[in-house]
């Protein structure tokens, strides 16, 4: 069964390092998610990106923040400066682009745990 | 702006015990899911409700969907310890999907 595929599954980082966190979507999927779990909290979205350009961000998607799909299979978020507070766990989401499809799933990847020390 | 509220947030059930968990959302919807968690872990769909009066079931689990109360139930019957997870709701109106803050739930002997 096709699936998100997440990497890496665990990222430790110092205080005001970049990370970028990476995402392969589903094969014939377009539309693409972010959303971010702090531990204990629920699921929050941060952006969506479709024809390779974000079609929705929420507030937390600050400057710092930024997607980007550089090449045909993986689609990446990047965190330019991280503070403690963006220790999370991150998902990576796909939809597929059938809108015969009405169940409209997004599926999910298993998620990379971020820790900022 | 769309709020997705769900009750109990924690959940110790007795083995073979039944029980209801909540998620009242604000405003129309397209579409509401239910999600289960284990910890760690990723988010697993379990179901998708798209109309009104929507009855879905898989094993001890099943949803319902009531769109003019814009509220939504996962019921659990004769509760196992591997239903042991945090449950979330989660409605979205054009996507993204907007999440309940979660029910943990702890099925215990």
């Known amino acids: 069964e096709p699936e998100v595929t997440q990497t890496p599954s665990h990222q430790v980082t110092q205080m005001g390092q970049e990370v970028i966190l990476r995402c392969v979507p589903i094969s014939n999927h377009l539309y693409f998610y972010w959303y971010r779990q702090i531990l204990g909290q629920k699921v929050e979205f941060l952006v969506s990106?479709?024809?390779?350009?974000?079609?929705?961000k929420s507030e937390i998607f600050d400057d710092q923040f930024s997607v980007e799909r550089p090449d045909g299979s993986n689609f990446t978020l990047k965190i330019r400066s991280t503070k403690l507070e963006d220790s999370a766990m991150y998902f990576c989401?796909?939809?597929?682009?059938?809108?015969?499809?009405?169940?409209?799933?997004?599926?999910f990847g298993a998620g990379t745990r971020l820790s900022v020390l | 702006e769309l709020k997705v509220e769900q009750n109990p947030l924690f959940l110790s059930m007795q083995e073979g015990k039944n029980y209801t968990i909540y998620c009242n959302y604000s405003t129309t919807s397209d579409r509401l899911y239910w999600y289960r968690q284990d910890p760690g872990k990723s988010l697993e769909s379990l179901f998708v409700l798209l109309s009104n009066g929507a009855v879905k079931q898989e094993g001890r689990l099943m949803a319902s969907l009531d769109t003019k109360a814009r509220l939504s139930t996962l019921h659990i019957t004769a509760a196992v310890h591997d239903l042991s997870a945090t449950y979330f709701c989660?409605?979205?109106?054009?996507?993204?999907?907007?999440f309940g803050k979660g029910t943990r739930l702890s099925v215990i002997a």
């Open positions: 989401a796909s939809r597929d682009t059938n809108l015969a499809d009405a169940k409209n799933i997004q599926y």
């Open positions: 989660a409605v979205d109106r054009d996507t993204p999907l907007v």
């Open positions: 990106f479709y024809n390779n350009e974000i079609s929705e």
